[in-house]
């Protein structure tokens, strides 16, 4: 089993779509969880980190669930600008570890 | 807003040599970190560096591989023996006050071993 585990994608949607990723970690002793996304060719950024109670930022919501070992994140009006591909990120926290996903890559259309 | 800066954009080096990659982190930032990517490939995380000394290594980071921090900004990568196959790009990233905090990444060195 995977370390950190994507949807696969691609996901293609139209502008002004609500679209969701989810990702799934397999050590139960992980401690920091984010959203990264990143650009062709381009180094990770970060979108947001994940937190027990769900955060929001504008049109992003990431969700953390410990007990199923799942993270998920929303984005909602997406914009052309939103394409990328998004990375969930685990950190087991012990010596600075952060294990990325693969990855899901979002198309947003016109 | 402060960024991690990293030296060369792009260093194309012949199988057998050395290579030194460099970065200079965010100024107050205390942690340190070499990632590499692969082209098509996720993310890999090679090593942490703390206080001065290395907290974690991955695989991947063998005896080919090492890192420094040289004085109080500059923090590198030594890859002593290049190999096809270290082709990727390597990514310098820092945190501020623990291994917890979210990571800022350099723009990255493509490396290109012939």
């Known amino acids: 089993r995977k370390e950190v585990e994507q949807d696969p994608g691609p996901f293609n949607v139209p502008e002004g779509a609500t679209v969701a990723f989810n990702c799934t970690y397999s050590?139960?002793?992980?401690?920091?969880f984010f959203w990264y996304r990143q650009d062709c060719r381009k180094e990770p950024k970060l979108l947001m980190s994940?937190?027990?109670s769900g955060n929001e930022d504008g049109r992003f919501t990431a969700q953390l669930n410990r007990a199923s070992q799942y993270i998920s994140l929303l984005i909602r009006d997406s914009k052309l600008s939103d394409s990328a591909t998004y990375l969930c990120?685990?950190?087991?926290?012990?010596?600075?570890?952060?294990?990325f996903g693969d990855g899901t890559t979002l198309t947003v259309k016109p | 807003e402060p960024e991690v800066t990293q030296t060369p954009s792009h260093q194309v080096t012949q199988m057998g040599q050395e290579v030194i990659l460099r970065c200079v982190p965010i100024s107050n930032h205390l942690y340190f970190y070499w990632y590499r990517q692969i082209l098509g490939q996720k993310v890999e995380f090679l090593v942490s560096?703390?206080?001065?000394?290395?907290?974690?290594k991955s695989e991947i980071f063998d005896d080919q591989f090492s890192v420094e921090r040289p004085d109080g900004s500059n923090f590198t990568l030594k890859i002593r023996s290049t190999k096809l196959e270290d082709s990727a790009m390597y990514f310098c990233a820092s945190g501020d006050v623990s291994y917890n905090s979210p990571l800022h990444f350099g723009n990255g060195t493509r490396l290109t071993v012939t």
């Open positions: 990120v685990v950190n087991v926290g012990n010596a600075g570890k952060s294990t």
């Open positions: 994940v937190y027990s």
């Open positions: 050590n139960s002793a992980s401690q920091s």
């Open positions: 560096f703390y206080n001065n000394e290395i907290s974690e």
